[in-house]
Nanobody, 117 residues
């Protein structure tokens, strides 16, 4: 099982980025994929999660209405579209094989998002 996150970068306040998570070794039809982020000096937090098998999505309150998670099961990709970015969205973003970080067995390497003025 492998996950590879990409798409991070430096963006101005109010800008947009789309993160991608390429997965291998398991099928998205049966497993959830979550996006998590960790800002410098802060605890890791769950940002969003998708459970394709039941068509369910989850968003942290801080990103509702700004972020959208989606998956392309055939391409084995999970995306996180991030709009109206704020400085507090800054951090390393990871994708993982669960909606709960405590039980996620596999993690991608992380992609860094920096939102600045």
């Amino acid at each position: 099982v492998q996950l590879q996150a990409s798409g991070g970068g430096l963006v101005q306040i109010g800008g947009s980025l789309r993160l991608s998570c390429a997965v291998s070794g398991f099928t998205l039809d049966y497993y959830a994929v979550g996006w998590f982020r960790q800002a410098p000096g802060k605890e890791r937090e769950r940002v969003s999660c998708i459970v394709s098998s039941i068509g369910a999505t989850y968003y942290a309150d801080s990103v509702k209405g700004r972020f959208a998670i989606s998956s392309d099961n055939a391409k084995k990709m999970v995306y996180l579209q991030m709009n109206t970015l704020k400085p507090e969205d800054t951090g390393v973003h990871y994708c993982a094989t669960d909606c709960d970080a405590a039980t996620a067995d596999y993690w991608g390497q992380g992609t860094e998002v920096t939102v600045s003025s």
